[in-house]
């Protein structure tokens, strides 16, 4: 499984665009990138998934260049509420697989 | 998306006790079912895979005497933890995929146990 680096924390004013780099180096073919939030004494909660170049739905954008051995996350204009952790994983998309996480990126959003 | 939920949210029971955690996909089947369990300030780790109808997949270092994982039918899976421990209190979340090779994995709300 390809592991994944994310930053530890980031900070962020209301209003604001963030955006979330991942680094996944060793990617195989057959893997997807997927990001989820959690918020605190609760599960995640898939916010975004893709495969290549650019998805977005009405939560947030992800782009993937074209190597896709990274992605980016965007949030695009922050509230308090997004204050949470993000989790960048990569993995087969299969019934079987379970999604190994990293350790996230602590998302401060202040006002 | 499609829903999954726990139950109890949270528990407390005194050590050497057993405590039975359940998980449900409402809205779907799910053909297999994972386990993860999160101490505080930590990220998820997962514990164990089940599939409908077989024994679980555990992971290194999981004590699957400890840790009784049963998936009888395809929208519930259950953890047992057994002869429970302080040490075993911790925040356990489980997750579901569906039929679909394309579909991601849905989490549960968690159930916080507390081991006394």
């Known amino acids: 499984l390809a592991k994944t680096t994310q930053p530890i924390s980031m900070d962020s004013y209301e209003g604001q665009e963030v955006n979330i780099t991942c680094s996944h180096n060793?990617?195989?073919?057959?893997?997807?990138i997927t990001w989820y939030q959690q918020f605190p004494s609760q599960g995640p909660r898939f916010i975004i998934q893709?495969?290549?170049t650019k998805v977005t739905n009405e939560v947030a954008s992800l782009f993937i260049p074209a190597d896709r051995k990274s992605s980016t996350l965007s949030l695009p204009r922050v509230s308090l509420s997004d204050t949470a952790v993000y989790y960048c994983?990569?993995?087969?998309?299969?019934?079987?697989?379970?999604?190994?996480f990293g350790k996230g990126t602590t998302l401060s959003v202040s006002s | 998306g499609a829903v999954v939920s726990q139950h109890p949210s949270w528990v407390i029971c005194k050590s050497g006790t057993s405590v039975k955690i359940e998980c449900r996909s409402l809205?779907?089947?799910?053909?297999?079912m994972f386990w993860y369990r999160q101490f505080p300030k930590q990220s998820l780790m997962l514990m164990a895979t089940?599939?409908?109808?077989?024994?679980?997949?555990?992971e290194q270092g999981v004590e699957k005497d400890k840790f009784l994982i049963n998936h009888a039918s395809l929208t519930l899976s259950t953890l047992t933890v057994t002869s429970a421990h302080p040490e075993d209190s911790s925040f356990y979340i489980c997750?579901?995929?569906?039929?679909?090779?394309?579909?991601?994995?849905?989490f549960g709300p968690g159930t916080r146990l507390l081991v006394l």
């Open positions: 997750s579901a995929r569906g039929w679909a090779a394309e579909e991601t994995q849905y």
């Open positions: 060793n990617i195989a073919t057959n893997d997807y």
């Open positions: 893709g495969y290549k």
């Open positions: 994983l990569v993995g087969e998309e299969q019934a079987g697989t379970a999604l190994i």
């Open positions: 809205d779907f089947q799910a053909t297999t």
């Open positions: 089940s599939n409908e109808g077989s024994k679980a997949t555990y």
